[in-house]
């Protein structure tokens, strides 16, 4: 009575059994499912006994999931053959003079600023000198090695 109260398990709201035999009739039968999952049960029907030995009817419900929308990918696609090559060096070399190379790496806090400062010349390098493709690459080529 208790996980009924508490919404944990929940009763079909039909009174036809589910079970019979001779003169026997009882509904016994449960449907059970995760919380989350009971929520997007609904039209459960008991339906005549398949056969007519066992006495059990068989029950049937709609479950109504679906897939979430897939999110645009953060990914950037970049033309790398029209890239300015000695730009993004320049660009780079600059970006990288901005750090103080005297700095000690001696913990993991350090080592982690240090790879988002380099991560971020990297970037502000790409962005000045080599331009986005025009199509996003949704199909990758596989080498023939990788086959």
Excluded at 2 to 18: A, M, Q, R
């Amino acid at each position: 009575q208790e996980l009924f109260k508490e919404g944990f398990i929940e009763g079909v709201d039909d009174d036809t059994p589910t079970f019979e035999k001779n003169d026997y009739k009882v509904k016994l039968d449960w449907l059970l499912g995760s919380q989350p999952l009971l929520s997007f049960t609904s039209n459960v029907e008991t339906h005549p006994p398949i056969g007519t030995s066992c006495g059990h009817k068989p029950l049937t419900f709609d479950i109504s999931i679906g897939a979430e929308p897939k999110p645009a990918s953060p990914r950037m696609s970049f033309n790398f053959k029209a890239a300015k090559w000695s730009k993004f060096r320049c660009k780079l070399d600059q970006q990288l003079m901005l750090s103080n190379n005297d700095r000690r790496l001696d913990s993991a806090l350090d080592i982690e600023e240090y790879t988002s400062f380099v991560t971020n010349s990297i970037l502000v390098a790409t962005q000045e000198a080599i331009p986005l493709s025009k199509q996003t690459n949704t199909r990758p080529m596989i080498s023939e090695v990788t086959k």
